[in-house]
């Protein structure tokens, strides 16, 4: 496999729901990200990995838990959301440098999630 | 003002016709510039880096002004396969840093 991959590409849960988002980079990156993109609003960043630590976290609510147990691996493990919270989820990955300048996102495909 | 700020759009344009897209951001310690594409109901993918001299890749051509704080792209001879929403993006500050989105510029190329 290439890229950045995201599983499940769909998914529909019921507010009680717990269920967990899946990205895989086969790029070697050192940085994973999760994004929300709602309609018509940009691209909002939630979680940030390097190195497999987290190194922001843009005020995103609980019900939102990121997790990343090495560089090649994200999760977004997902409880009792609100159905504003349906949108598209991409995780993307990079090559963090130490001169700050580093390079563009590769992104997955997304996992369009629709809370019920 | 928005950390990055794009033309409102949606662009109609016919086909063969050239278009240009506007970006302006706020933080004049952005090292980093691009232009990415979006396809409906696809993750974005990039386009292209803008660096400060210019650069061009085929019929695509992007401008930055660091003084102005505004990076252009020029679409020449559009296809109807260039119909997407183009997003600016700009980076955030030295260090470690994230990627900033604008909102994005709808095209749409018409036979």
């Known amino acids: 496999e290439t890229g950045v991959t995201q599983t499940p590409r769909h998914l529909v849960m019921g507010m009680t729901n717990k269920k967990s988002l899946k990205c895989e980079q086969h790029l070697g990156h050192n940085a994973m990200y999760w994004y929300k993109q709602s309609a018509k609003k940009p691209l909002e960043l939630m979680f940030v990995y390097s190195l497999e630590e987290r190194v922001e976290n843009n005020s995103v609510p609980s019900r939102f838990s990121p997790e990343c147990p090495n560089s090649s691996h994200l999760f977004l493990h997902l409880h009792t959301l609100q159905p504003e919270d349906s949108a598209l989820y991409l995780c993307a990955s990079s090559q963090m440098t130490g001169g700050g300048v580093f390079g563009s996102y590769t992104f997955g495909s997304g996992t369009r999630l629709t809370v019920v | 003002r928005k950390e990055v700020e794009q033309d409102p759009g949606p662009f109609n344009v016919p086909e063969g016709a050239t278009v240009a897209f506007n970006c302006t951001y706020s933080?004049?310690?952005?090292?980093?510039f691009f232009w990415y594409r979006q396809d409906c109901r696809k993750e974005p993918k990039l386009l292209m880096s803008?660096?400060?001299s210019g650069n061009e890749d085929g019929r695509f051509t992007a401008q930055l002004n660091r003084a102005s704080q505004y990076i252009s792209l020029l679409i020449r001879d559009s296809k109807l396969s260039d119909s997407a929403t183009y997003l600016c993006?700009?980076?955030?500050?030295?260090?470690?840093?994230?990627?900033?989105f604008g909102k994005g510029t709808m095209l749409l190329v018409s036979p």
């Open positions: 993006v700009v980076n955030g500050a030295i260090g470690y840093s994230t990627l900033t």
């Open positions: 803008v660096y400060s």
């Open positions: 933080n004049s310690a952005s090292q980093s």
